[in-house]
């Protein structure tokens, strides 16, 4: 006799609930703190039961993975399910009820009507864990650093306007900048017009030097030639002082973490097997290459390419009914809203980098001459370079495998 337990899980308990085939009842729905004692206790009684047991839960958040760890290692078959399958899954009633318990006996009559189709949970292992963690962290990291910058943009303008646009450098990887490193010496526009053309000529090439900075006399006269021209609003005093300056502070202290974060990813995303391959495709650097294999993961457990586009939500989707037919639908958008993130920062750099010999520069340039919209041949690209991926990743690791 097959059980399905369905948990579902929330934030320190879980409610679970066990069936039988034709609604027979095992178990009425209880409540499973996430301590060590009472995981065990679950385990010994599923495993205590009749015939094969079977659990099931959604994979969301990271509230589910000690409870699916934890009985996976006590011999339980565990399958973790996209939430969006348990939503759609019909609940067979006119009534709404969202509680727990609901939940749990929703999720284990989805078990028992798709037993077979059940995909047996496998713990990832620690460097993707890891990997995955660090990539949303840097994305949080990136929100701040843009919250900061903006705000002493903002300030820059009272006190010395457009002294974020007179440098483009890149950042370094201590997380400095050029213009913020500026800002912070130069803070107030009489700190240049103060001075003669000659004085700060010299000031500002001691400047370059002791931050290590290329020195240009053109781009000295430059500066100094717009700040007689520029207004500020806010006096040259200590007030004014401090505020530039702690603004330049906080953005350089989250700037440095953020550049500290992405090169923990590229170690660790070196260790991975398939880190020679994702790199060697085009668009593909030391940044998105570490956050696609972050929220992809392991490529194995996607059963065909369709599966890995499906999860990335850069699937198109299909709207006929009878005679109508829709030409255009939109695409699922069902996965990590930061994978299709970074899928669509490659496909920008394919566009800007126009590599003749890339096979998803082509397609999405074929695309674009067809006058598709952006997002269209965007989205397009986007799934032929996830299946690509699959197909090299899948067939690399296999080489080594076979090499083994």
Same mark, same amino acid.
């Given at each position: 006799?097959? %059980?399905?337990? !369905?948990? =579902?899980? *929330?934030?320190?308990?879980?409610?679970?609930?066990?069936?039988?085939?034709?609604?027979?009842?095992?178990?009425?729905?209880?409540?499973?703190?996430?301590?060590?004692?009472?995981?065990?206790?679950?385990?010994?009684?599923?495993? *205590?039961?009749?015939?094969? +047991?079977?659990?099931?839960?959604?994979?969301?958040?990271?509230?589910?993975?000690?409870? &699916?760890? #934890?009985?996976?290692?006590?011999?339980? #078959?565990?399958?973790?399910?996209?939430?969006?399958?348990?939503?759609?899954? !019909? %609940?067979?009633?006119?009534?709404?009820?969202?509680? =727990?318990? &609901?939940?749990?006996?929703?999720?284990?009559?989805?078990?028992?009507?798709?037993?077979?189709?059940?995909?047996?949970? +496998?713990?990832?292992?620690?460097?993707?864990?890891?990997?995955?963690?660090? %990539?949303?962290?840097? !994305?949080?990291?990136?929100?701040?650093? +843009?919250?900061?910058?903006? %705000?002493?943009?903002?300030?820059?303008?009272?006190?010395?306007?457009?002294?974020?646009?007179?440098?483009?450098?890149?950042?370094?990887?201590?997380? *400095?900048?050029?213009?913020?490193?500026? &800002?912070?010496?130069?803070?107030?526009? =009489?700190?240049?017009?103060?001075?003669?053309? &000659?004085? #700060?000529?010299?000031?500002y090439r001691k400047w370059c030097k002791r931050h290590g900075y290329n020195f240009s006399q053109s781009r000295a006269i430059e500066i100094h030639s717009q700040a007689q021209d520029s207004i500020a609003m806010f006096p040259r005093d200590a007030l004014t002082k401090t505020m530039i300056r702690q603004a330049v502070d906080a953005l350089n202290a989250v700037s440095k973490s953020l550049e500290q974060l992405k090169a923990e990813m590229r170690t660790l995303a070196a260790q991975l097997p398939e880190y020679p391959v994702v790199m060697a495709m085009h668009g593909v650097g030391d940044s998105l290459g570490p956050q696609i294999m972050a929220e992809l993961g392991d490529v194995t457990r996607f059963t065909h390419r369709n599966a890995i586009t499906a999860f990335a939500g850069v699937d198109p989707g299909a709207d006929q009914s009878g005679t109508y037919e829709a030409k255009s639908t939109r695409a699922s958008k069902s996965g990590p809203p930061e994978l299709r993130k970074a899928l669509f920062l490659v496909m920008d750099c394919l566009l800007k980098t126009m590599p003749q010999d890339d096979p998803v520069y082509c397609f999405m340039d074929k695309k674009r001459a067809e006058g598709k919209p952006y997002l269209v041949y965007m989205t397009a690209g986007a799934n032929k370079f996830l299946r690509i991926y699959y197909g090299r990743v899948k067939e690399y690791l296999a080489s080594l495998e076979n090499s083994d």
């Open positions: 006799m097959n %059980n399905v337990a !369905g948990i =579902d899980v *929330s934030k320190g308990k879980s409610m679970v609930s066990v069936l039988r085939p034709f609604g027979e009842v095992v178990a009425k729905p209880f409540s499973v703190g996430h301590t060590g004692r009472e995981l065990k206790k679950l385990a010994d009684y599923l495993k *205590s039961l009749d015939g094969e +047991t079977r659990v099931v839960m959604e994979h969301t958040g990271r509230y589910y993975e000690p409870v &699916a760890r #934890f009985l996976h290692e006590e011999g339980i #078959f565990v399958s973790a399910v996209n939430p969006k399958l348990i939503k759609d899954y !019909g %609940n067979n009633t006119l009534r709404k009820v969202k509680t =727990d318990k &609901a939940d749990a006996r929703k999720i284990a009559r989805y078990g028992l009507d798709n037993w077979v189709e059940l995909r047996q949970y +496998t713990p990832m292992d620690t460097i993707r864990m890891q990997l995955k963690t660090l %990539n949303r962290q840097q !994305g949080l990291y990136s929100k701040t650093k +843009t919250m900061m910058k903006n %705000n002493l943009i903002a300030l820059l303008d009272q006190t010395y306007p457009g002294a974020n646009s007179l440098f483009d450098s890149p950042v370094r990887e201590d997380g *400095s900048q050029k213009w913020v490193d500026f &800002a912070m010496t130069f803070w107030h526009v =009489d700190c240049v017009r103060g001075m003669s053309l &000659a004085a #700060f000529t010299e000031r």
